[in-house]
């Protein structure tokens, strides 16, 4: 096998059109920032606002591109190999810490059950790295109740380390170490994955098919969500992402994403590549990589493996965030991982592509840092800015009144709202062509789900920009923020939770807006869509965590849910019903032996 | 890459009876796999840098 995979043409030629696009993007929009300023003479400010103008807009322009790439093409699912015997021996490993037991191990029954339904022949291992004993007593009742639902005695496994070495990645290495040799393939899931058998039965026969494929990320899409928070983004997830999610794999092609779940992983391409070894020096940017899946799907394709997302393969899900503190607290977490990449930008090997990703990775967190300093060296352009000279003539009879710079700068936001807006809207004219909105609740409904959605990304994109900003100072200066677990299901927040954790972007907000009224008034209204989000902080995060009905957001899967998240909240019900009595009755004195 | 784990390996591997092999309490097969670490952090290529960086710099002084 050789090393690092040459893109094909359709690969290059998206590659080449979106590196195009966002350049001429960033071009356009620095210099409409740069004739705006001339005209009270071009000075360093202006030259550095230009300059940061430049680098969001290409960043802007490049996410844009993703969708345009994206829409074009087929729309139907590819046609798929069919799974032949003897089928390769497949495990599905879902790795957990600290996860409720019984949604947990209900899933794994449901999807164990869609797995012999479609006919795969696969075991399931559940890696465990919860350290609290009580929880891990919980896990194994949980486990003794998965086996009876299944049958799964001797192909239904569960181990819990004594030391969470390396977290998650630790874990699934740790596994691969004692296990790799009896398997060909691994299904990796996370604690809120659940996946069709069918999907299964897809990505194991693609692997068998494909020798010198390592691995096959596919595309969960959100479900569960209640709140209206969550609620748009499951809408986002089911209908941009699988447009967005086509672009990303035209473009990466066979150098594709790893999203650490929800893939499966040829297990001797895994073994042989993916040893992640510790980084020198103390976190955050040293010790254990915490972003190891983009690492992992860099190191395959270093090893000469294809790494391919297919965004075709039906009936993967997950659930995501439901308030914006938990997406924010997520994102803390990711920010770390991926400023971290910066260690390997220059590691030996990896194909221009990989270390490309993880330059993206890293432009993802920072690019908020650049939009915040966008804003203050515009408001120091301002009051640095000469007084107007309405008599530069010496003996000059009328006035001559300077010329504004007000239609550069509506230019350049109409400019940067399009960026933002045109991708949503052509997905949703290509899905109104194909009817693909009619599983979404028809064009009208459709139309202002995504209104809505564009609408709420627009509010709280200050705060995400300021939580952002927080996380990569709170990086730089040497702040570890760990790889806590998920905090799954937490629901609705009060207006006092919204103010405790955002009222230093009120007083931002505050400070911000009264400066600029104070110092530079013609500024204050640009200033307003950013200010007046963050004044209203708190009540933006309780206001978005209330549930929602499905009158918007409407998506495929709550119209006609997947069969086999049909089954898991059927067994989840029926478990929930002793699950309490069970517990307790575990932990109590007599009982705590059973378990020990 | 260097540490490829052969493909004999894995066979000789596969050999093991991973029935007989399984662990105490529900524990998944023993059947190991080597996974050796990979070489990311490359001085050398810092110190290229360097030297790329030096060179540039020199070149510019003359």
Request: with cysteine; glycine share 8%; aromatic share 10%.
């Amino acid at each position: 096998m050789k090393t690092n995979r040459a893109p094909d043409g359709i690969t290059r030629l998206s590659r080449l059109i979106a590196l195009g696009f966002s350049l001429v993007a960033a071009v356009t929009a620095s210099a409409l920032m740069a004739e705006a300023s001339a005209h009270d003479g071009f000075g360093t400010w202006d030259a550095v606002r230009a300059a940061l103008i430049f680098a969001t807009t290409a960043w802007l322009a490049w996410g844009a591109s993703l969708a345009l790439i994206g829409v074009p093409g087929r729309q139907k699912s590819r046609a798929y190999p069919e799974l032949s015997n003897p089928q390769p021996r497949t495990v599905i490993v879902m790795p957990i810490c600290n996860e409720d037991p019984l949604s947990t191990f209900a899933r794994i029954a449901a999807i164990d059950r869609s797995v012999a339904g479609a006919g795969v022949r696969a075991d399931v291992a559940v890696l465990s790295d919860t350290r609290d004993d009580k929880a891990a007593a919980e896990e194994r009742l949980a486990f003794e109740r998965l086996l009876l639902e299944t049958g799964g005695e001797g192909r239904t496994f569960y181990r819990r380390r004594e030391q969470n070495v390396g977290r998650k990645a630790g874990n699934i290495e740790d596994f691969v170490r004692t296990s790799g040799s009896a398997y060909d393939l691994a299904v990796i899931l996370d604690a809120d994955s659940l996946m069709e058998g069918e999907a299964i039965r897809k990505m194991v026969a693609r692997m068998q098919a494909e020798p010198d494929l390592g691995l096959l990320q596919t595309l969960p899409r959100i479900i569960g969500a209640h709140s209206f928070f969550g609620r748009a983004l499951q809408f986002a997830a089911s209908f941009h992402g699988p447009v967005f999610t086509r672009g990303l794999a035209r473009m990466q092609g066979a150098t594709g994403p790893f999203w650490g779940h929800n893939a499966i992983v040829r297990v001797r391409a895994f073994a042989e590549s993916c040893g992640l070894p510790e980084l020198s020096g103390p976190p955050p940017f040293g010790g254990h990589i915490l972003s190891h899946d983009y690492v992992e799907a860099a190191l395959l394709a270093r090893g000469g493996w294809r790494v391919e997302v297919d965004q075709t393969i039906d009936g993967s899900f997950e659930e995501g965030p439901e308030n914006v503190l938990s997406f924010a607290r997520r994102d803390r977490r990711w920010c770390q991982g991926n400023l971290q990449h910066a260690r390997l930008l220059f590691s030996p090997g990896f194909a221009g592509w990989s270390r490309f990703v993880f330059l993206q990775n890293i432009f993802a967190y920072v690019v908020s840092v650049l939009w915040a300093a966008f804003l203050v060296a515009s408001f120091i352009a301002t009051i640095t800015a000469p007084p107007p000279d309405y008599f530069p003539e010496p003996h000059q009879l009328f006035p001559q009144f300077p010329n504004t710079s007000t239609r550069e700068i509506t230019m350049l936001a109409f400019g940067v709202v399009g960026l933002l807006i045109i991708p949503k809207l052509t997905i949703l004219l290509g899905a109104i062509s194909s009817g693909r909105v009619t599983s979404f609740g028809g064009a009208v409904r459709t139309g202002f789900s995504v209104l809505a959605e564009v609408l709420l990304t627009t509010l709280l994109a200050p705060l995400m920009l300021l939580y952002h900003t927080r996380a990569v100072l709170q990086v730089l200066s040497g702040q570890d923020g760990g790889w806590p677990a998920n905090q799954r299901g937490e629901g609705m927040l009060t207006l006092a939770d919204g103010w405790r954790a955002a009222r230093w972007i009120v007083l931002i907000g505050a400070a911000s807006l009264a400066a600029v009224r104070w110092i530079a008034p013609d500024l204050t209204i640009w200033l307003l869509p950013v200010g007046l989000p963050m004044l209203f902080a708190p009540f933006l995060i309780a206001w978005t965590s209330r549930p929602l009905t499905h009158a918007l957001f409407r998506v495929p899967d709550e119209s006609a849910p997947a069969p086999v998240v049909l089954r898991y909240r059927e067994i989840c019900a029926r478990w929930s019903r002793s699950w309490e009595t069970e517990t307790e009755a575990a932990a109590a004195p007599e009982g705590a032996g059973v378990l020990a | 890459m260097d540490q490829r784990v052969s493909q004999m390996e894995f066979e000789m591997n596969r050999l093991t009876d991973q029935t007989e092999n399984r662990g105490p309490d529900w524990a998944p097969p023993s059947a190991p796999l080597v996974m050796p670490k990979q070489e990311l952090e490359s001085r050398s290529s810092w110190l290229e840098l360097a030297d790329i960086g030096r060179l540039f710099l020199s070149r510019r002084k003359a």
